[in-house]
């Protein structure tokens, strides 16, 4: 009966603990949200309404800086030695901006009043982190699309360089009828791996309207002229068309 008890007593603790690591982090940004809400107010002159815009965004800018440089922090951790690293330093040092907005909004202004009249230039520079927060993640949601595209070609490679074995087992096996079952299995693979390339061609240019073929052809892996091949495919599936300054998808 003790020992039921006492398992009970810890099931509800970590559910207790568990569920304030979940809630914690979220509330945790609210305190600093309010002083620098109360900061726009009463140093700069703002009205309450646009006080709190700047606390959702300066917060929000915070959580995104962090969340992204801890993500590409262990993505750098556990990449080989030969895929590309993601730019943790950048992110690490829009994390440091964002503490020092936070820390010049809150401390700062109450310690020296008038640098409010400089004050009012930290949001354009906030802008801007905001930015390059967004093509940081959209760089590395590229990153990991060309990795998984190179993992799915190297994995079709290693089933195509068994290939000659397989086919000597159907060409004895030719007269039962197994040869055209295992080329025809050969086939698709062939066809699954220049699918997975156009749709990553495809993929990066719905990214990168206009980008230059070669620069096409390293993001795909594949040489310039397979490049243009597969744009002729896709343009005439309908799926990019060519324009003044170069491709984009439909």
């Given amino acids: 009966m003790i020992e039921t008890l006492r398992t009970k007593a ?3 603790e970590n559910l207790a603990v568990d569920l304030v690591a979940k809630v914690a982090p979220w509330c945790a940004p609210l305190p600093t949200a309010y002083l620098v809400g109360r900061a726009t107010v009463v140093h700069l002159g703002w009205p309450d309404a646009v006080g709190i815009v700047a606390a959702v965004i300066v917060e929000s800018l915070g959580l995104a800086t962090a969340a992204t440089a801890l993500e590409l922090r262990e993505y750098n951790q ?57 093509a940081i993640r959209a760089d590395h949601r590229r990153r990991l699309d060309a990795l998984a595209s190179v993992k799915q070609e190297r994995k079709a490679e290693r089933q195509a360089a ?5 086919v000597v087992v159907s060409s004895r096996a030719s007269k039962d009828g197994n040869l055209d079952a295992e080329l025809s299995r050969l086939q698709a693979g062939r066809r699954a791996k220049r699918d997975t390339r156009l749709d990553t061609l495809w993929t990066f240019y719905r990214d990168h309207p ?17 490049v243009y091949t597969y744009l002729d495919e896709l343009e005439s599936a309908g799926r990019v068309r060519k324009n003044g300054n170069g491709w984009e998808v439909v």
């Fill in 210 to 226: 206009g980008a230059a073929i070669a620069e096409a052809g390293r993001a795909v892996g594949v040489s310039r002229q397979t």
């Fill in 78 to 134: 556990g990449r080989r030695k030969s895929d590309p690293a993601a730019p943790f330093i950048l992110a690490a040092g829009l994390v440091g901006m964002y503490l020092a907005v936070a820390v010049a909004l809150t401390v700062a202004l109450d310690i020296a009043p008038p640098l409010a009249v400089y004050a009012p230039a930290i949001f354009p520079a906030l802008s801007l982190a905001g930015v390059t927060v967004l």
């Fill in 10 to 12: 810890n099931e509800l």
């Fill in 162 to 166: 068994h290939q000659p074995n397989v």
